[in-house]
C-alpha cells in the first residue's frame, strides 16, 4: 500500500530541486527522503527524477504525477493544519451589547483583566434584542424586555433619574423652595442655571420634567455634549446641573465633585436587567461579567 509521505516527500523533492532542500522542508534527515522516493519509484514502477550533480530533475512521468497529485496534497495539509489537536486552549469571545455610558463606568477599565476575548457592540436597545435573539451577541444590559421566546432576564440593579449639579453650583436657595413644593417657582430656579445635555439622548430630561411638571421642558440645555460621561467630567468640581441616572456619578459624588440637586416629586426609576439566550455555551464567561456589573454598581 502507498504511504502518503511518499507523495508529501516527492512533492517536496520536485519544488526544492534537491534532497536536501526536500529534507529541510519536511524536517526530516536526508536519508528518510532517499528512502521515501525509492519506494514511491519501486511502487510505481518507473523513475520519477534524473539524478545530477547539482539538482534533481523531474522525468516526464514525474511532472504528470506531480501535476495530478499537488492540489490534492495541498488540500490535504491545510486540513491537516486547520483540524490538528492543540495544546493550546482555544480563548472564547463573547460579544456584549449595552450603552455606551454602562460600558464606560462600569466594564471598560475590567476587559485587560478577563481572560477570554470581549466584543462590544452599542446601539438602540430594540437592535440589542434582536441581535441577542439570532446570537449576533451572547448578553446584553438593557431596561428593556422584548418577547422573544428564547431570551430571558435577570433584574440586577435600579437606576434612578435624578438632577445633579457641580459642586461649585450654589444650592441653598433651591433647597428652600423644595420644602414650599411650589412647581412654578423651582421651574424657573431651574431653567435659569447653566445646562448640559447629551447629544445622544434627551430622553431622561424630557421624561423627568413631564413627570414633575406635566408638561415638556420648554428650554434648551446650554451646552451640548457627546455623551453622559461629558456631563460627569464638565460638572465635576463646577457649576452646572444635569437629568442623567445617578450611578453614573457615584464616584463623583462619593469625593466630593458633584451633588444629588433633586430625586423629583415622583421618583423615576428603571430596572436593569441581563438579557441572555435561554442556553448559551458561554455561560461561564456571562457570570463572570455579570458580576463585575453586580460589583460595580452596587
Known amino acids: 500500500m502507498v504511504n502518503f509521505e511518499w507523495f508529501r516527500t516527492f512533492k517536496a523533492i520536485y519544488e526544492t530541486g534537491s534532497l536536501t532542500g526536500a529534507a529541510e522542508t519536511l524536517f526530516i534527515s536526508q536519508p528518510g527522503v532517499s528512502l521515501h522516493l525509492s519506494s514511491l519509484e519501486s511502487y510505481v514502477g518507473y523513475k520519477l527524477f534524473d ?13 504528470i504525477l506531480y501535476n495530478y497529485i499537488q492540489e490534492s496534497i495541498c488540500k490535504l495539509e491545510e486540513a491537516e493544519r486547520h483540524f490538528h489537536k492543540s ?4 480563548v472564547p469571545t463573547i460579544s456584549i451589547g449595552m450603552c455606551f455610558e454602562t460600558f464606560q463606568f462600569t466594564l471598560e477599565s475590567y ?32 431596561p428593556h424586555k422584548g418577547d422573544y421566546k428564547t431570551l430571558e432576564y ?4 435600579k437606576e434612578r433619574i435624578v438632577v445633579l449639579a457641580g459642586a461649585q453650583t450654589p444650592t441653598a436657595a433651591f433647597n428652600e423652595l423644595l420644602k414650599t413644593k411650589d412647581l412654578n417657582q423651582i421651574q424657573t430656579w431651574l431653567k435659569a442655571q447653566t445646562w448640559y445635555g447629551s447629544s445622544g439622548d434627551m430622553e ?3 421624561r423627568f420634567w413631564h413627570i414633575n411638571f406635566g408638561k415638556r421642558p420648554d428650554f434648551k440645555p446650554n451646552f451640548i455634549v457627546p455623551n453622559m460621561g461629558s456631563i460627569i467630567r464638565c460638572l465635576s468640581d463646577g457649576k452646572g446641573i444635569a437629568v442623567i441616572p445617578d450611578f453614573l456619578s457615584k464616584k463623583e459624588r462619593d469625593s466630593g465633585n458633584i451633588k444629588l440637586l433633586w430625586e423629583g416629586y415622583n421618583l423615576i426609576e428603571n430596572t436593569l436587567y441581563f438579557g441572555t439566550r435561554k442556553k448559551s455555551i458561554y455561560a461561564e ?10 460589583r460595580e454598581m452596587v
Open 285 to 294: 464567561q456571562i457570570a463572570m461579567i455579570q458580576g463585575i456589573f453586580e
Open 51 to 63: 539524478r545530477t550533480s547539482r539538482k534533481m530533475v523531474s522525468t516526464e512521468r514525474g511532472k
Open 87 to 90: 495544546t493550546e486552549k482555544d
Open 154 to 157: 435577570k433584574p440586577f440593579f
Open 204 to 206: 431622561h430630561l424630557r
Open 111 to 142: 476587559l485587560p483583566t478577563l481572560p477570554f476575548n470581549v466584543i462590544i457592540k452599542f446601539g438602540e436597545y430594540p437592535e440589542m434584542l434582536a441581535d441577542l435573539d439570532s446570537g449576533i451577541l451572547d448578553l446584553i444590559v438593557t
